[in-house]
């Protein structure tokens, strides 16, 4: 697995806890790299289709013309200059700042978004650091925070692993439906006492270890073996007109 070196930080600052501070960066925890992506090839020329702003009555349009519309009803639009965004938009404090500790089991994992790897910045003000993560592990605890990120404010959850930290990006309450408009028409029916002991017994056979390494997409890696094939003989087709 590369190091955090073969990457840039997502984000650089410092992490908060009263009087101790230490400067941190953020590394995405997460890839979408290993999905296999495609591009619209025209395959008479082989070039890569490139898309052009089309408006349906006037016809292309420059992209640097175009502005942002928020839709208020069918094809109706406020529009938003690039002005408007600045009036709205955060300044970074390049600070994480936390404001208080809970119970992990005190956050439904509904809310729980994006992961990211905390570590110190290239290696500066690592005993701070080591202050606010052992003092965190002690405590038994994860720490709520937050952090302005491209403009918008991020709420986070910081939790201890192994030597850094984890801070995970919370869904806002707006984003979280309500389960109950989902749950609440479901039928109240008295499971079967014996088909629910069978049912168990099945669960306790099939216990085991989490082992995500096991977890593959088999669509992509087809793709990949595919794609593998087409390179080897396009290549040895080459070497034959050769």
């Known amino acids: 697995m590369p190091g955090r070196t073969s990457g840039r930080p997502?984000?650089?600052?410092?992490?908060?806890?009263?009087?101790?501070?230490?400067?941190?960066?953020?590394?995405?925890?997460?890839?979408?790299?290993?999905h296999v992506s495609f591009h619209l090839i025209n395959p008479d020329t082989n070039n890569r289709i490139r898309?052009?702003?089309?408006?349906?009555?006037?016809?292309?349009?420059?992209?640097?013309?175009?502005?942002?519309?928020?839709?208020?009803?069918?094809?109706?639009?406020?529009?938003?200059s690039d002005a408007d965004f600045d009036k709205v938009r955060l300044d970074s404090t390049r600070t994480i700042g936390i404001d208080q500790f809970v119970d992990v089991s005190d956050i439904d994992r509904v809310y729980w978004d994006t992961p990211f790897y905390v570590v110190p910045d290239e290696g500066v003000g690592v005993e701070a650091f080591a202050?606010?993560?052992?003092?965190?592990?002690?405590?038994?605890?994860v720490a709520i925070g937050s952090l302005v990120l491209r403009g918008r404010e991020?709420?986070?959850?910081?939790?201890?692993?192994?030597?850094?930290?984890?801070?995970?990006?919370?869904?806002?309450?707006?984003?979280?439906?309500?389960?109950?408009?989902?749950?609440?028409?479901?039928?109240?029916?008295?499971?079967?006492?014996?088909?629910?002991?069978i049912a168990s017994r099945i669960i306790a056979q099939k216990e085991a270890p989490f082992d995500p390494s096991k977890f593959v997409d088999r669509y992509d890696d087809a793709l990949r073996a595919m794609r593998s094939e087409e390179h080897t003989s396009e290549l040895q087709s080459r070497q034959y007109l050769v």
């Open 131 to 141: 202050v606010i993560r052992d003092a965190m592990k002690s405590a038994g605890k």
């Open 10 to 34: 997502l984000w650089q600052g410092h992490l908060k806890l009263s009087l101790v501070t230490c400067p941190v960066a953020l590394y995405p925890a997460t890839s979408s790299s290993a």
């Open 154 to 197: 991020r709420q986070l959850a910081l939790e201890v692993r192994d030597k850094g930290l984890v801070a995970w990006s919370l869904r806002s309450h707006d984003e979280v439906r309500d389960a109950d408009a989902y749950f609440d028409d479901i039928p109240a029916v008295k499971a079967d006492k014996d088909m629910v002991e």
């Open 51 to 80: 898309m052009v702003p089309t408006d349906p009555d006037a016809g292309p349009v420059e992209r640097s013309d175009l502005v942002k519309g928020y839709e208020v009803s069918k094809d109706e639009y406020v529009l938003f």
